[in-house]
């Protein structure tokens, strides 16, 4: 018997009525209790405790998880010497595989609600599915270095000023200004820093007095002459190229040039979002749409590995709680 969550307050009838049609349809009819959308770390710690629960789950990623660029994590919650994020990654897909869960390689790219169930497409595939969970992180904006993925692996360009601003004690760090933070990550540095300096990302872009005043009271060197690009030493050192033809050396950059949620899929089903298309949740991990969740970078806030996890556990628990239950016989 196909079920319908009571928070949906809705009939079986109209359930069954959608598993027919894609029968008829010669789709796949088998009713996910979640569909997860993302396989970093919240869509696979989701995955974790669903199926520790005994939850029939699918887990869909397309592959660019945000911790494959992190070289070694070291503020991760029981790692001393660090993790590779890759590693961390692969850790979790095996864990998710002790539970007899595991990853399908896809995209999903819509969802709707049909009769109070999720129906998603991946391919030519739809999925069906009683709640859906979306993991799907951020878009980080491209970044005007070239090879700039080597620049982020070895360390000299980096996007995070609260994972890693431990790991550059002392260094001479370059920090870009951000449109919606101008000189906020620049004041954050110089607790790890006596050199902190902070380039504008270009001429429209001018800080204002107070903002000036605040940088000069902290000891934050700020160049004038807006940004024209980044280049990178033979020893993977960035320079900062001016307009004025001047050339800065430093040991790291901060290019802080924003980002977007992958909230699209959330935003066509009419879910509330935040700046920057961050989703808005209740303390539940829910959204404003019933039965569709999101955790991690995706949703408002701190985009942390650990705080990723922290919200995957409140959904993952919350979804079971609210399913019917799954006694053991
Ligand atoms: C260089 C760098 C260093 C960092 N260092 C640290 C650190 O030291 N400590 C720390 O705590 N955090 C760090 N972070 C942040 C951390 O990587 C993120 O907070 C974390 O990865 C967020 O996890 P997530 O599961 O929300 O998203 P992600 O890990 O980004 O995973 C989202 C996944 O969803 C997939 N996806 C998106 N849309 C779809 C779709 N429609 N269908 C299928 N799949 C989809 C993506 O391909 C991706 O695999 C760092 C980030 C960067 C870039």
Redesign the pocket.
Known sequence: MLWAPSYLDAARAPIAATARHFDNLCMDTHIYDTLI????????TAAIYLRRFRRDIIL????????Q??PV????PGFPDGIQ?KQLLENLRCQLGKYEGSVTE????DVRLENDLFVATMGEQQLLARTVLL????A?AGLPIENWHEA?ASGAV???PV??GYDVLDKRIAVVSSATNPVGHALFMRTFSTSVTLFERGADAHLDAGQRAQLEQAGVRYVLSPLKGIGMTDSMKPVMHTEDGEDHHADVVYPMLGETA?SD?AAALGAEMADCKELLVDKHQQTSVPGLYA????TRGL??????AGQAAVAATRIHNRLPPRYRT
């Open positions: 959308i993302g396989g970093g770390p919240g869509g696979l869909v990623d397309k592959g660019h998880s945000r911790l660029l992190i994590t070291h503020n991760f994020g896809g995209e999903i790219t993991a799907s992180g951020i980080d982020v980096r996007l995070c994972c890693d992958r899929l955790v991690g970078d995706v985009n942390q590995i650990s705080v990723a």
